[in-house]
């Protein structure tokens, strides 16, 4: 059974730094490209960031571009979203998902989030 | 402001057919046959219903149904169920990853 478990969120202060994890199983985590997807309070879904397989090509989101880094360790197959210069806005639940097979497959399986709190 | 627009709710009554609509523009719902659907319930994480627009996973009933005409993409449930009761986004490729759309609610009546 595919299970990803988010980990890593809390109460932040504005310009503090957090870093999210997502620690994955029941498939070969190092054969599939990984997103973060996030969520504000009462809000719809945003794309964040997305990362190939093997660690080499990363995009993000213009919002978070310069702020956070995406990264992942396949041998402890985790993935991971470090969020620098924090601000109020990107207080939301941050999921992880994984993508299907195939360049242009869907997020088929998602955590269950982790709530990051942006205030003073 | 999403990239992709659905209306705010819907509503049906249990046996009924509702579907909720998702209209982008040439570029990417018009351009591509890969529209995709999750399902959200409160607090919970969302799950695909639907991929490259018509395709359901494995375990997804097959009262939920997918559809394209021009720069809108559909989503159809039918023999509405309580348990369907929940958010609804699209989501469409459009040379980037992740255009979403901004949900929509729906109610069970």
């Known amino acids: ?120 | 402001q999403s990239a992709l627009t659905q209306p705010a709710s819907v509503s049906g009554s249990p046996g009924q057919s509702i579907t909720i609509s998702c209209t982008g523009t040439s570029s990417d719902v018009g351009s591509y046959n890969l529209v995709s659907w999750y399902q959200q319930h409160p607090g919970k994480a969302p799950k695909l219903m639907i991929y490259e627009g018509t395709k359901r996973p494995s375990g997804v009933s097959n009262r939920f149904s997918g559809s394209k005409s021009g720069n809108t993409a559909s989503l159809t449930i039918s023999g509405l169920q309580a348990e369907d009761e929940a958010d609804y986004y699209c989501c469409s490729y459009a040379g980037r990853p992740g255009v979403f759309g901004g949900g929509t609610k729906l109610t069970v009546l």
């Open chain 1, 1 to 120: 059974e595919v299970q990803l478990v988010e980990s890593g969120g809390g109460l932040v202060q504005p310009g503090g730094s957090l870093r999210l994890s997502c620690a994955a199983s029941g498939f070969t985590f190092s054969s599939y490209w990984m997103h973060w997807v996030r969520q504000a309070p009462g809000k719809g879904l945003v794309w964040v960031s997305r990362i190939n397989s093997d660690g080499s090509i990363t995009t993000y989101a213009d919002s978070v571009k310069g702020r956070f880094t995406i990264s992942r360790d396949n041998a402890k197959n985790t993935l991971y979203l470090q969020m620098n210069s924090l601000r109020a806005e990107d207080t939301a639940v941050y999921y992880c998902a994984r993508r299907g097979e195939g360049h242009y497959a869907p997020l088929d399986y998602w955590g269950q989030g982790t709530l990051v709190t942006v205030s003073s």
